[in-house]
């Protein structure tokens, strides 16, 4: 059996195990499907996500010009504190910032292999959480708009990490930790106009993944340099597939890159 297409991230279904998807112009692909099974990955070219071209992928799926001039792409998507809509200044694109950025966002603890603070916007719960291959998370607090989130992920970033270390993760090398006791303390250091959105109760969630082991060693699967790859899959974790041999292949990192896969 085979699919080719334009990878994009693969989309998530909440369930013990999580279930994933690959989703191309006309068919999906219930990765799952792949855990036991010999596949081959084999790259075919690019295509940007945002003009649709053939050009070569500079970042995020995106070809260089689309990157430096996209809205959805702008700097304060990976740094929240720069969001200006709510202030009615624009970026690239106001009316595509006031529909991202004022809208209910959460700041977060998640335990991937330490804890880590993050922000999502809420409509991404539990998604965000998943694609960082998270066994567990936990809201801190749910704010209006992307800045305030953005503040606050800045004033915990003193005492939380705020990336996932992959490889730990990918080999689930998870510190015990009381996710619970951690949220509590993050009281003391939430921004003075954040403080009244903290909710004095909070649920951790726990995450399932589909994996059958995982690598004690972990090698990244480049298609540029390895353009045709087969292996065994082992497991979904995140957004890599986990391979027997200690290869793993980040497809969101690989968006916009058209492959060809066959089992």
């Known amino acids: 059996m085979t699919y080719e297409g334009v990878l994009t991230k693969l989309q998530t279904e909440?369930?013990?195990?999580?279930?994933?998807?690959?989703v191309f112009e006309n068919s999906f692909l219930n990765v799952n499907q792949l855990?036991?099974?010999?596949?081959?990955?084999?790259?075919?070219?690019?295509?940007c996500l945002?003009?649709?071209?053939?050009?070569?992928?500079?970042r995020q799926g995106y070809c260089y010009d689309c990157f430096m001039n996209s809205a959805?792409?702008?700097?304060?998507?990976?740094?929240?504190?720069?969001?200006?809509a709510h202030l009615d200044?624009?970026?690239?694109d106001l009316v595509y910032e006031k529909k991202v950025q004022l809208q209910p966002h959460i700041v977060y603890l998640a335990l991937s292999s330490e804890v880590k603070v993050g922000v999502t916007r809420k409509t991404q719960m539990p998604t965000r959480w998943i694609d960082q291959g998270a066994v567990q998370a936990v809201p801190i607090v749910e704010v209006p708009n992307r800045y305030l989130a953005g503040i606050t992920e800045v004033a915990l970033k003193n005492h939380f990490?705020?990336?996932t270390a992959w490889q730990k993760m990918l080999k689930n090398e998870v510190l015990p930790v009381d996710l619970l006791a951690e949220r509590q303390k993050t009281l003391q250091w939430l921004p003075d106009e954040v403080k009244q959105?903290?909710?004095?109760?909070?649920?951790?969630?726990d995450l399932h993944y589909p994996v059958l082991e995982y690598p004690k060693k972990v090698s990244s699967l480049n298609l540029e340099k390895t353009p045709t790859f087969?292996?065994?899959?082992?497991?979904?974790?995140?957004?890599?597939?986990?391979f027997e041999d200690g290869t793993v292949f980040n497809v969101r990192s690989n968006e916009g890159y058209v492959v060809k896969i066959s089992l």
Request: with cysteine; charged share 25%; glycine share 10%.
């Open 14 to 22: 909440s369930g013990n195990p999580i279930q994933y998807y690959l």
């Open 35 to 47: 855990i036991g099974k010999e596949t081959e990955l084999v790259f075919q070219g690019y295509q």
């Open 50 to 58: 945002n003009c649709g071209k053939q050009k070569k992928i500079f």
């Open 72 to 84: 959805s792409v702008g700097d304060w998507i990976m740094k929240p504190e720069l969001s200006t």
């Open 89 to 92: 200044i624009e970026d690239r």
């Open 161 to 163: 990490a705020d990336k």
């Open 197 to 205: 959105y903290f909710a004095r109760e909070a649920t951790v969630l």
């Open 230 to 242: 087969t292996g065994k899959v082992s497991g979904i974790k995140g957004q890599y597939l986990l």
